[in-house]
């Protein structure tokens, strides 16, 4: 029999991508913008404010997680250029086989995301609605500049829904249309989805702790100490 290589099933030959950190930080986030949105709907402003703080913190960690992190969580694996968007999209209309981890087109959907999200947590940290919440950080700028701040984190809010619906419909487009499922794998960590491919170098949970562990705590240093 063969010998089957580290980080691969050996009953359907999957191969490891997402490390458990990234995973957890997908759901996490999934769970914090949800929360955050709802909260914001139905006026329940304290607990907004923790989601979007825990939002800040994920954020965070995923930059740091991005520079020390599994191969595939490297920005370095999947920050690519324009051509190679346009020659992604050029093979699935051929038929072409995904390769695992984020595609290029994924990678700059990562990085917009990481982008509208940060900044709609900051930008929150100065908001006010002049009558009942203030921001942690909102006694630091003026009346008028948290106006300013507040109606950018409703107009930057239109821009984080447009994204997660945008990732919504790309993953529905690749598990009904292309017959690739992206799902299991950030459930999972492997893919079936392959060909002859080769185990990669997973980041270690402990180190992810550690980064979590900073992040969080030099972010409520910063904002509530």
């Not at 402003?45 to 979007?52: C, I, K, P, V």
């Not at 093979?91 to 995301?113: F, K, T």
């Amino acid at each position: 029999m063969a010998r089957v290589p580290a980080g691969v099933d050996p009953d359907d030959r999957g191969v490891a991508v997402w490390d458990l950190p990234v995973r957890l930080f997908h759901w996490s986030l999934v769970i914090c913008i949800a929360g955050a949105v709802i909260t914001a709907q139905i006026g329940e402003m304290d607990l907004h404010e923790r989601f979007g703080v825990a939002v800040l913190v994920l954020v965070l960690f995923r930059v740091t997680w991005g520079v020390v992190g599994g191969q595939h969580a490297r920005f370095a694996s999947f920050v690519r250029g324009p051509g190679a968007a346009v020659r992604y999209l050029r093979g699935l209309g051929r038929g072409a086989q995904h390769a695992p981890g984020h595609s290029p087109i994924g990678g700059w959907s990562v990085l917009a995301m990481l982008v509208v999200f940060a900044v709609q947590a900051t930008l929150g940290l100065f908001a006010t609605d002049d009558i009942f919440f203030d921001g942690p950080l909102a006694g630091l700028v003026s009346t008028e500049t948290s106006r300013t701040v507040t109606s950018l984190h409703h107009l930057n809010g239109k821009f984080v829904i447009a994204l997660v619906v945008l990732h919504l419909i790309a993953v529905l487009v690749y598990l009904l249309v292309l017959r690739i499922n992206l799902i299991r794998p950030m459930v999972t960590g492997r893919t079936r989805d392959h060909g002859g491919l080769q185990p990669v170098r997973q980041g270690h949970p402990l180190l992810a702790l550690v980064l979590l562990a900073g992040v969080a705590a030099a972010v409520i240093g910063v904002i509530y100490g």
